[in-house]
């Protein structure tokens, strides 16, 4: 049997450097180098190797919705709250209840937000 680890996430962004900035402002990402190629594709770090790759595409329709999204954890979940308020950046629980979170049945507590291209961005205190 095959095991597995997670490496990257890739998205289609219409604007690279828009994109950069605000995982950066929001995450505090570090931008790595894009070893694959030597295409306008940027990479950032998101901690213990995993990658998040932003992939031009200033043409590309962009379609979300919210059961398509990613999900980072934080064992401060209140404090990251507190910088999304500060940042003017709304959040909602599942259900789109705008400022609220959400603690699951397992007692996970959650939020989501949306980046510059509109896709959805879970961040939960499961750590």
């Known amino acids: 049997m095959h095991t597995f680890s997670f490496n990257h996430i890739a998205l289609s962004v219409r604007d690279v450097d828009i ?46 919705n919210k059961a398509v999204h990613f999900a980072l954890s934080t064992a401060d979940i209140d404090s990251f709250v507190v910088d999304l308020k500060e940042l003017q950046i709304d959040y909602s629980d599942w259900k789109n209840t705008q400022k609220k979170d959400y603690v699951r049945n397992d007692g996970i507590l959650q939020i989501y937000f949306q980046d510059p291209n509109g896709y959805w961005i879970e961040v939960n205190n499961d750590v």
Not at 21 to 42: C, G, L, M
Request: glycine share 2%; no cysteine; aromatic share 14%.
């Open 19 to 64: 994109s950069i900035k605000f995982y950066q402002k929001v995450f505090h990402f570090k931008e790595i180098k894009n070893t694959a190629s030597n295409s306008k594709t940027r990479w950032l770090s998101i901690g213990e190797d995993k990658q998040l790759h932003l992939i031009p595409r200033p043409n590309f329709e962009i379609k979300v």
